[in-house]
């Protein structure tokens, strides 16, 4: 016990005198106890300004604590947004890759067996096909005309070959 503790008992002591069974015994009255405590006692009525005061506190903190909730949603709404996004993208840039390696290979059996036509039909279809809707893949290989390129020129050279046309001095290298 500390000396203020010490001081308190010594003066309770003093005041409980008991001297005999017969006498009563002596008690403080309460209000002296009251005045010799160490913490005052707390207020247990508040007036309506600080009810106000605690209620636009808390108001307060509410609208915090549903700001911070509502900004949290926003920012997983905005990364499934993105991820979504994210994912239509991969999405067509694998139908493009996919399209114009099928077309590619498409073309080049129609070179190899020798129906250019229907290879330059096919690649305009899916050209157009394109420029009409953006929702269908791009033709984005320039392979693809390359090698109808090549065909035509080959169909050219035999067509000299075989009908033997004088190109008016040009020389036809083989």
Not at 19 to 29: D, I, R, S
Not at 52 to 64: A, G, Q
Not at 73 to 88: D, N
Not at 120 to 131: D, F, G, I, S
Request: glycine share 2%.
């Amino acid at each position: 016990m500390n000396s203020f503790e010490d001081q308190n008992v010594a003066e309770l002591e003093e005041r409980l005198v008991v001297k005999t069974y017969n006498e009563p015994l002596v008690v403080p009255e309460e209000q002296d106890l009251i005045d010799n405590e160490i913490e005052p006692t707390l207020e247990l009525t508040t007036s309506h300004d600080e009810l106000s005061d605690m209620k636009s506190m808390h108001s307060e903190e509410r609208t915090i604590k549903e700001d911070k909730r509502k900004m949290k949603q926003s920012q997983k709404e905005e990364r499934e947004r993105q991820s979504r996004m994210k994912k239509e993208r991969l999405i067509n840039m694998a139908k493009e890759v996919s399209l114009n390696r099928s077309l590619l290979s498409y073309i080049e059996m129609c070179v190899f067996i020798g129906q250019l036509n229907k290879g330059v039909k096919t690649l305009h279809y899916y050209v157009n096909r394109h420029q009409d809707s953006s929702k269908y893949a791009a033709v984005t290989d320039i392979n693809c005309y390359n090698t109808l390129m090549h065909g035509f020129a080959a169909k050219v050279l035999l067509f000299i070959q075989q009908w033997n046309v004088n190109l008016d001095g040009m020389k036809v290298v083989l």
